[in-house]
């Protein structure tokens, strides 16, 4: 069975920081483009952050660059999303999806292109 598990949510203060991963179970990530997306609660799910299958090219949305870094282990089978300097506005449930592109050297912040999806976990960025 082909599953995708975030981990890594929880609850931090404004400033500060949080590593989400995602696991790949029953296929290897090697050959997908991995994307973070997020859903807001009375909002739109969106792009946030993708890597490339070949870890070559990265994409992010404008409201974390600079904040937020993709990164991913093919030999851990693991995408990581590392966010510092977290904002309110930044509170979410976040996905992790798998897109098989023919071109290993791109990725796309589109939801349409994402095959997989995880479970999708929570970020509360609060005092």
């Known amino acids: 069975q082909l599953q995708l598990v975030e981990s890594g949510g929880g609850l931090v203060q404004p400033g500060g920081s949080l590593r989400l991963s995602c696991a790949a179970s029953g296929f290897t990530l090697d050959y997908y483009a991995i994307g973070w997306f997020r859903q807001a609660p009375g909002k739109e799910r969106e792009g946030v952050s993708c890597?490339?299958?070949?870890?070559?090219?990265?994409n992010y949305a404008d409201s974390v660059k600079g904040r937020f870094t993709i990164s991913r282990d093919n030999a851990k089978n693991t995408v990581y999303l590392q966010m510092n300097s977290l904002k309110p506005e930044d509170t979410a449930v976040y996905y992790c999806?798998?897109?098989?592109?023919?071109?290993?050297?791109?990725?796309?912040?589109?939801?349409?292109?994402?095959?997989?999806w995880g479970q999708g976990t929570q970020i509360t960025v609060s005092s």
């Open positions: 890597i490339s299958s070949n870890g070559a090219n990265t």
């Open positions: 999806a798998a897109s098989r592109l023919y071109n290993r050297g791109n990725c796309y912040l589109t939801k349409g292109l994402y095959n997989y």
